[in-house]
């Protein structure tokens, strides 16, 4: 199946033409210069290898609804719903007023395949291109700024990181190396299969019980490490590993009686989920705390449009990536003044700031 071909003959209900003057900001940008960032085959390298097709929207819609859609914050479905019934992302998109919109699964399927491209920052990069040639956004100043990204994954407590540990551990060795598993399995000595999530069973109200299960797991995870000590392990089976080893130290510590405890201190970089290991602690403010990521921006104040955004761990200092936020101007014979707020104001950042010019 081809590719979807954007329609070039312009029709008398346009919407791009209804609107005129009323239509602005990034919905006037697609709307004049979309058919020229995303012709009909901007996507054709994702479905080089695909035995499923290829979807029949024209590259100019799917990329016109996917930056719309995460500039208005909206749901795949809300998206999709949008391009039907709104006049502005209907000229953005270059389709004609009452068009029909496709199924939002689309989206996902579009995402996938975005992020295992060469090129998965291509409709940030491209639209930062024309934004730029079009005089929109300037090259005077740049504000930079963090914000806060939250974790779609519970953050997990100790006992339950290190039952999880233990668990992803066996899951991927059954499915990669049996034998190895069933070696694991032999030398666990709690009565517990770690097949179910969650918490194991214990009395939580009974604090010598609560202990009991901390020494307790904290010595199969040992044992389990153990076990697997002298084996080329590679891929899943090597991360599950490395991850059961962080997470039997971070919050653990062994008292002078031999006995394994929760640990009265906070590792600095502490894994807090088994399911998403790169999520962190962070904070923007001594009261404001939060679990997951930070997303650190470049601005340009005057079109408020984005230059550059970088993620990173939520406990990484804002002034850390500096000079990846402002890499695309390290060329530029005029380099921008810089803009923050006091997380910026080290003496180290300002010295980098200054040597960078």
């Given amino acids: 199946m081809a590719l979807g071909r954007s329609t070039i003959q312009p029709r008398f209900d346009d919407p791009r033409w209804l609107l005129g003057d009323r239509l602005c900001g990034i919905y006037r940008l697609l709307a004049d210069h979309g058919r020229t960032m995303f012709g009909d085959d901007y996507f054709a390298d994702l479905y080089t290898t695909s035995r499923l097709g290829r979807p029949t929207i024209p590259a100019r819609v799917l990329a016109a609804v996917m930056i719309l859609q995460s500039h208005e914050g909206l749901s795949d479905q809300e998206a999709c719903d949008r391009l039907e019934r709104d006049l502005a992302w209907q000229a953005a998109a270059g389709v004609e007023v009452g068009a029909e919109s496709f199924h939002p699964t689309t989206l996902v399927g579009l995402r996938n395949r975005l992020r295992a491209s060469e090129r998965p920052r291509r409709l ?3 639209t930062k291109v024309v934004v730029t040639e079009a005089g929109v956004m300037g090259n005077r100043v740049r504000v930079l700024d963090s914000t806060p990204v939250y ?8 006992v339950t990181q290190l039952r999880s540990a233990i668990r992803k551990l066996l899951r991927t060795l059954d499915r990669d190396a049996p034998e190895l598993a069933a070696k694991v399995r032999d030398v666990l000595a709690r009565d517990d299969d770690y097949s179910g999530p969650g918490k194991p069973s214990c009395d939580w109200d009974d604090p010598a019980a609560r202990a009991a299960v901390v020494d307790d797991l904290v010595r199969d995870c040992l044992a389990a490490l153990g076990a697997i000590h002298d084996e080329e392990l590679c891929g899943p089976a090597k991360d599950a590993a490395e991850l059961l080893a962080l997470v039997a130290g971070q919050d653990v510590e062994e008292g002078e009686d031999g006995v394994f405890r929760i640990a009265r201190r906070v590792a600095p970089d502490r894994v807090i989920s ?7 602690h962070g904070h923007k403010s001594y009261a404001r705390k939060f679990d997951g990521f930070k997303a650190h921006l470049s601005v340009d104040p005057d079109s408020e449009l984005i230059d550059e955004v970088v993620v990173t761990p939520a406990n990484t200092h ?6 990846d936020l402002l890499a695309t101007h390290a060329d530029d014979e005029e380099k921008p003044s810089v803009m923050g707020d006091c997380a910026y104001g080290t003496a180290e950042t300002l010295e980098r700031l200054d040597e960078a010019g």
């Fill in 151 to 158: 974790d779609a994954v519970a953050t997990q407590d100790t």
């Fill in 274 to 280: 088994t399911v998403d290991t790169e999520a962190r």
């Fill in 124 to 126: 940030f990069e491209d």
């Fill in 318 to 323: 804002d002034s850390t990536p500096v000079e």
